[in-house]
């Protein structure tokens, strides 16, 4: 049994205060109100990874339940991915590539495009741009959905349609057609014009009403604005089956099939934020291939290079690649990072993908996917769970008062952080989005770490509620 309780060893816990005290003197950490440091939200300093644990300063290790922000597939120091990326430091680190190429960069492409998403009769996807992070992806697609057409004359199309309660990222492009207050709100006066339609979101169905008749609700709403709106707009963005900063919500493949339809019939482009639910997480490679479709822009991130590096793909098709072909600069697509297609990312990313295919890693999802059901199911039934859900390997449990979806925790409680505070004592890392605990753990998680974050979860749910 692997060592999750109370650090003893005095050097180490004084290490690890120290290492406390460095940190807040001079860092200021993401996503993080830092006035909650270091009493009220703990700061947990990081001595290495193992697997799919994360070993503190201080000698505790902590189960990471959501894989490092979703980006760790295969367990932190995987060997393989940390082989080729030593390799390829040793080779050539960095080179422009604008009028240069590498192998890792092209490599990398051709193994992307032959595994996307592929729809029966439609153009597959065939070129790659390269950019650092997921956001940075999601600002270059929203850019060649504009400009492309742009390129064509048809200057009236400058609006996107983005669906209510999604997340895209935090550059100010991601942002106009994300609809998640806690990130917009503050910027919204900086952001483009985005219209938002309402979201499949199976837990927003009306009672009796299944999650498919919900999403084909949702796309009613979605094709009478095209049809007030479709001359106006270049592109639809959205986060296939899961949205997940939006708190892990998830909808019926059937909206994607009739987005898809949509967008075809009044010539708007579908940009597919993959960026977190990509490369396994929800049962397949990609989502879009629950729902047979394939979009003209794919946005890839996070697990690309198995959670070792930052690193992002845009996919698109060969028409939207044409599009920009002209003697003219100006027409061309000139987004540029100093980055773009680093050679040790694309290295980490290669050696990735042939994990999935050594480790037959999807396929053995599935069979963990279904032991984490049989888990999560006795955590569903607490009368303090709203909801249960889960896509592969992502679980949610929605926590309300009484159950009660209508009647959350009031914020002042804060709930989500309580549990958030009781798995970390008890050796998880279970970050909360609001008052939603979900599980999202590396693929490497065995039958003893899940019992662990089963019988962590339920005690943290009842922990935190006791009091609300």
Request: include cysteine.
């Amino acid at each position: 049994m692997d060592d999750v309780g109370p650090a003893h060893d005095p050097a180490m816990i004084a290490e690890a205060d120290a290492w406390r005290s460095r940190d807040l003197a001079v860092l200021w950490h993401p996503c993080t109100q830092m006035r909650e440091h270091p009493h009220e939200l703990p700061l947990v300093p990081i001595a290495s990874g193992e697997g799919a644990w994360l070993v503190g300063r201080d000698g505790r290790r902590y189960l990471d339940a959501v894989s490092s922000w979703w980006t760790n597939l295969f367990g932190h120091a995987e060997p393989r991915i940390a082989a080729a990326i030593g390799a390829q430091a040793c080779s050539l680190e960095q080179v422009i590539l604008a009028g240069f190429s590498h192998a890792p960069a092209v490599e990398l492409a051709e193994k992307l495009l032959a595994i996307a998403p592929r729809e029966p009769g439609r153009e597959p996807l065939a070129k790659v741009f390269y950019a650092d992070n997921g956001s940075a992806g999601v600002e270059v697609a929203l850019k060649m959905a504009f400009h492309w057409f742009r390129n064509r004359g048809e200057d009236r199309r400058t609006k996107f349609v983005a669906l209510e309660n999604g997340y895209h990222g935090e550059t100010l492009g991601a942002l106009a057609v994300g609809d998640v207050p806690l990130y917009r709100r503050v910027y919204a006066p900086l952001l483009a014009e985005c219209l938002f339609t309402p979201s499949p979101d199976a837990y927003l169905a009306a009672p009796g009403e299944s999650a498919e008749e919900c999403a084909r609700r949702a796309a009613g709403a979605l094709e009478a604005l095209l049809d007030a709106h479709g001359g106006e707009v270049c592109a639809m963005i959205l986060e296939p089956l899961v949205q997940c900063a939006g708190g892990m919500r998830m909808h019926h493949p059937l909206y994607l099939q009739l987005a898809r339809k949509l967008c075809d019939a009044h010539g708007v482009f579908l940009i597919a934020d993959e960026i977190a639910v990509g490369f396994g997480r929800t049962g397949t490679l990609f989502a879009c291939e629950q729902a047979g479709i394939q979009p003209d822009l794919l946005c890839l991130s996070k697990g690309l290079t198995g959670g070792f590096l930052p690193l992002a793909a845009v996919l698109a098709t060969q028409a939207l690649y044409d599009g920009f072909l002209d003697e003219s600069r100006e027409r061309a697509f000139l987004h540029s990072h100093s980055y773009t297609g680093n050679p040790i990312a694309c290295a980490a990313a290669l050696a990735s993908l042939r994990v999935f295919e050594e480790d037959q890693v999807v396929a053995r999802n599935r069979g963990t996917a279904a032991r984490m059901a049989a888990l999560a199911a006795p955590i569903g039934e607490l009368p303090q769970v709203a909801d249960l859900r889960q896509a592969g390997m992502i679980v949610a449990f929605e926590l309300a008062r009484d159950g009660d979806r209508r009647t959350p925790f009031e914020p002042g409680l804060r709930v989500g952080l309580r549990a958030y505070r009781a798995a970390l004592e008890r050796g998880v890392v279970l970050r909360p989005l609001g008052d939603i605990l979900y599980w999202m753990p590396p693929y490497c998680v065995d039958e003893e770490q899940l019992a662990l974050l089963a019988r962590t979860t339920r005690e943290a749910i009842l922990e935190a509620t006791a009091c609300a």
